[in-house]
Structure formats: C-alpha cells, structure tokens
C-alpha cells in the first residue's frame, strides 16, 4: 500500500474534479477527447521516444514477451466475445479494458518502488512498447467499419506519425534547436490530466455501477494477463528481473486513456469508463498480493 497510494490519490483526485466540473459545468467531454487524441497523446508519444534511449538487445525479450501477452489476450477476448454474442461495441470496449494498461502513471512508480532503477529503466520499455501498440493499432483495433477502413484512419491520424518522428529522432540522435523538445514534452505532460478529467465528466453523465460485466473485464485485465505474461515470460526464458517487470505491469488496470480512444474510434464509453474505476478500485486488493509475490517470480 505504500507504493500503492501514492500513485493511486493523485489519480483519484483529478477524476474527482473531472466528476464535480461534469456535475456542475457545461463542459463538452468530447472537445476534451478530441484535444488530447490529436495533439497531448501525440505530443506524449514523441516526447517519450525521443527522450528515452532504448537497447534493442537488451529490451527485445521483454517486448516479445509484450506483445505475445497482448495477442493471447486478444484471442481470448475474440473468443469470449463470440461465446457470450456479445455486440460489436461491447467487444470492441472489453477489448479495449482488456489490451491497454495504466503502465504509466501508476505502472512506473509501482515498478520503482518494488524493483528500483533497473526495474524502471524496464518498465519504461514496457510503456513505450505500450504507447506504440495503442497509437498504431488502436484506432484500426476499435473502429467499427472494418479492418482496411482502422488502418486508413490510423495512418491519417498525428498519433501515427508522431511515433515515426520520435523514434527517427531517437535512432538519428538529433537534438532539437531552441529547447522545442521540451515544448512538446510539456504538451505531453498534459495528456494524462485531461484523460482523467475527461473519465470524470464521463462518470458524472454515467453513474459507477459494477455488475457482472465490469467484474469479468478487470479479472481479465488484472488476474488473467499477469498469468499468461508470467507463462510466455518463463517460456522465453527470460532474465528474472525482466520476467518481474512483465508480470508486474501485465497486472496494472485499464489505462485510463483507453476512454479516450473508445470515445473517438468506436465502442461503448460508458462501459470503459466503469471499467476504468472497477478495475482500479479491485487492483488496491490485487496489486498488493502480486507485490509479495514478485521476490518469488524466476523463470
């Protein structure tokens, strides 16, 4: 709980004024949603990959691991999804809860606490990884009118091409004159605040409820994808501290800009958004068992 509340309050809080201002002024939540899909996450995006110096040797095992967790993840969710019938937007939105974990504003500071700087300097390729499977993927991934239609959209979209910039930017090793990397790093500063707000608002047009579907997408998110990240991690083979960190930020819950992409690409928002807060709320019970169990994880 040390580590727990600390990156959890803060979060709490900026949802709580999201809350109050959807209560109490006109405020159009999809201005807001717009304003951070086309210029904070994209800022964030490149900010975080021109910043971060990454060895390709070292970071492959654990961005393997990623993305075969995230593609089991995905088989599973098509395959309840059919099982259950459940509607396209339902499928895309559980999809969503269940792919993108809050890895950054509440994934970092868990893995710093628990595994130190080395354990962060993982987590951070973890959380790049992340981001460009949610830029590159997610809108093609949500929207509603095909495959070949998502990926027409995602190439017209800034996200895109702001992962591009940033990691030709981080490949080059070019500086950017006149300190404008860190115009853009403020820019991406301001992604986070405005997705949570933007879940405030969200919740104060629809009232938290937690029924059986909102328990079967944080169970996916918080029980079933650290299972199979520790499976296909120790099938890897790899290193302890490497295993460590994929099975500790397989376990975080919905990202919060999972509402963001939701709002703009297709599903239902009102379902992410109470699955955000479900999977939050249940991962103050889960994170801290997982936290006593993480000395013990070795492939």
């Not at 949603?33 to 964030?44: F, G, M």
């Not at 492959?60 to 599973?76: D, F, H, N, P, Q």
Request: aromatic share 6%.
């Amino acid at each position: 709980m040390t580590a727990l509340l600390p990156a959890i309050l803060p979060v709490s809080l900026i949802i709580c004024i999201g809350y109050l201002a959807g209560k109490t002024l006109k405020l159009d939540y999809q201005t807001l949603s717009h304003l951070a899909i086309y210029i904070l996450v994209p800022a964030l995006i490149a900010s975080s990959l021109y910043r971060n110096t990454l060895s390709l040797q070292s970071a492959a095992g654990l961005i393997a691991g990623y993305l075969l967790t995230t593609l089991t993840l995905a088989v599973i969710v098509l395959l309840i999804s059919r099982g259950l019938k459940l509607s396209l937007p339902v499928k895309m939105s559980l999809l969503a809860t269940t792919l993108f974990g809050n890895v950054g504003n509440l994934g970092l500071p868990m893995v710093s606490f628990t595994l130190g700087a080395a354990g962060l300097e993982r987590a951070i390729i973890y959380l790049i990884s992340a981001a460009i499977l949610m830029a590159g993927v997610g809108p093609a991934l949500l929207n509603t009118s095909g495959l070949r239609a998502g990926l027409v959209l995602t190439f017209k979209l800034p996200l895109f091409w702001a992962m591009l910039a940033g990691l030709l930017l981080q490949v080059s090793g070019l500086q950017l004159p006149f300190r404008l990397d860190e115009g853009i790093a403020m820019l991406g500063n301001a992604a986070i605040p405005i997705a949570l707000v933007t879940l405030g608002m969200q919740l104060a047009q629809n009232p938290l409820q937690i029924g059986q579907y909102e328990l079967m997408a944080a169970s996916l998110r918080l029980l079933l994808a650290p299972l199979i990240a520790l499976g296909i991690g120790t099938s890897l083979r790899l290193a302890p501290l490497d295993l460590q960190v994929l099975v500790l930020q397989s376990a975080m819950p919905t990202a919060v800009n999972t509402l963001i992409w939701v709002n703009e690409f297709g599903g239902e928002p009102a379902r992410v958004a109470r699955s955000i807060i479900g999977s939050t709320l249940l991962s103050l019970v889960t994170l801290p068992i997982l936290l006593g169990l993480i000395p013990s994880i070795s492939p």
